[in-house]
């Protein structure tokens, strides 16, 4: 998944490149024929096409390199005591909802966790709360449920040890694993 984004960045420069090297400045010299002047015109709306060509691929590339980084992020945090999936969550979860209704072979497991406050009774139903909630909201954006299997880590396994305010921020999260088939 890495290279294909590497390598779609490195076509998006070099067709940057390819562009910014083929414009012309446009400056015509007094006392040159009008015939030379009608090819460079026509060279100059040839190069106009091309150019829309080319930045229309480039914004295909961008949107598909701005999918991929979306896709990237895999760990998703919430506030203390909430299942509720955070606004600035939505656009990554639903490029993974996206990639797995697109790829219906994919399967994910969605483990969620909780900090350490509170019973472990109750954080490891506080932990599939927020598994449940990701799910929900990939379902409805296009995943299957076939494709998805939740299990809850509750304050088992912290991502950060400690007992601050950051600390527990960290661990308070559902993490999007694809599995290999």
Do not use: W
Not at 117 to 135: D, K, P, Q, S, W
Not at 138 to 161: D, H, I, T
């Amino acid at each position: 998944m890495q290279t294909t984004a590497l390598y779609k960045t490195l076509g998006l420069a070099l067709c940057a490149a390819f562009i910014s090297a083929c414009s012309s400045t446009g400056d015509v010299e007094e006392g040159t024929s009008s015939e030379a002047t009608a090819t460079e015109t026509e060279a100059e709306a040839t190069q106009a096409v091309d150019t829309a060509a080319v930045d229309g691929e480039s914004l295909e590339a961008e949107a598909a390199a701005a999918q991929a980084a979306l896709l990237e992020q895999t760990v998703f945090y919430f506030d203390f005591d909430e299942s509720t999936i955070k606004s600035e969550s939505k656009a990554a979860l639903m490029a993974h909802a996206a990639y797995l209704a697109a790829n219906g072979s994919a399967q994910v497991v969605l483990e969620g966790h909780a900090d350490e406050r509170g019973t472990v009774e109750y954080n490891l139903a506080l932990g599939e709360r927020r598994a449940m909630a990701v799910r929900r909201f990939l379902m409805a954006n296009g995943a299957s449920s076939s494709q998805m299997k939740v299990v809850s880590f509750g304050e088992e396994r912290p991502a950060v040890m400690g007992s601050s305010a950051e600390s527990y921020a960290k661990n308070r999260r559902v993490e999007v694993k694809y599995q290999s088939n």
